[in-house]
């Protein structure tokens, strides 16, 4: 064979008709967006992985938001001539200004609690029908409805009342609850199954934060231990998503081990308080290992968070 032909027949490293360098640029390429991709994709899972479950800095400590004023019952009469007066029994835990508004329109209260504090307060100080400043020592609030009971039909286009109590402070740099704020909701006809009542409670802090404030349900009231009015007035203290603190002197006995413990733990979203410290460590163990996970012993609703008292 000539020297001619061996030349021919070994492959060229460098080629001028798109062979070998295509095919070696192609690979780096590939190679490349390989690399680039599985970076990618691990910087996006480390970032979802620690944003779903956000932590305070190093050196934070979470302040728990408490409730200026809690209304603990609402009691109506009809007065001469035909108008309607509100009674509330009130918790005031600190000083504060109260403002109660009347016929409050539905989208005009709706837009401003979703506003600033600032611009929220400046709205209650405006439409507001009384005002006067309250204090612990307060128990008990009167108003009287402008609105005449043989007045009322149709779908309801305002509020009847709303009660808002504001509480003053200088130091801002921790978040506290400023505005505490309570809608009204008034029987106006027989045919209704809703009574008088609180429709609405929410707490605005300083920092325009708007939480909606949950009752929790003591273990007795929800085994029927107590009835009729009395057992309504056992809560006195809402819970909040924010770790609120409670104001009950006597907490309801464990109903699981039926002890002297107190129930000292709510269970969410069902909001009962019905377990002691030990069995809700048995239990939480017991539901890691069972595919139903912890229940509520009391209306057996899947319990979702754990909130201590």
């Known amino acids: 064979m000539s020297k001619d032909v061996i030349t021919a027949d070994t492959p060229s490293l460098i080629s001028t008709d798109g062979g070998s360098i295509p095919l070696f640029i192609n690979a780096l390429a590939l190679c490349i967006f390989l690399f680039s991709a599985s970076y990618l994709f691990l910087v996006f899972f480390w970032k979802f992985k620690h944003e779903a479950t956000p932590r305070p800095p190093p050196n934070a400590s979470l302040t728990p938001l408490e409730n200026n004023v809690v209304i603990t019952k609402v009691a109506e009469k009809t007065v001469d001539p035909g108008f309607r007066m509100l009674a509330f029994n009130l918790s005031v835990v600190r000083p504060v200004r109260c403002f109660v508004l009347k016929r409050v329109p539905l989208e ?7 506003a600033s504090a600032s611009s929220l307060l400046a709205y209650l100080n405006d439409n507001s029908a009384q ?30 009342a709303v009660l808002a109590f504001h509480r003053s402070q200088d130091d801002t740099s921790q978040e506290f609850v400023e505005l505490s ?53 056992v809560v006195q203290q809402p819970s909040t998503s924010a770790d609120i603190a409670t104001s009950l002197t006597q907490l309801p006995n464990c109903v699981v081990c039926l002890s002297e413990r107190s129930a000292n733990y709510v269970l969410l979203p069902c909001r009962h308080v019905a377990l002691c410290r030990a069995c809700t460590l048995e239990l939480t163990s017991e539901a890691r290992e069972s595919i139903g996970g912890l229940q509520c012993p009391i209306c057996r609703r899947p319990v979702y968070e754990l909130r201590s008292l």
């Open 181 to 233: 704020i309570y809608v009204i909701h008034v029987k106006h006809r027989d045919s209704e199954q809703r009574p008088t009542q609180v429709l609405y409670a929410y707490c605005k802090t300083n920092w325009s934060r708007l939480i909606n404030v949950k009752l929790m349900y003591a273990a007795s009231v929800a085994f029927g231990e107590e009835e009729g009015a009395d057992a309504q007035e």
């Open 131 to 160: 005002s006067q400043n309250l204090t612990p020592e307060t128990t008990q609030l009167s108003c009287q409805l402008s609105t005449p009971v043989d007045k009322v039909d149709g779908p309801r286009q305002y509020y009847d």
């Open 108 to 114: 005009e209260f709706h837009s401003q609690l979703v």
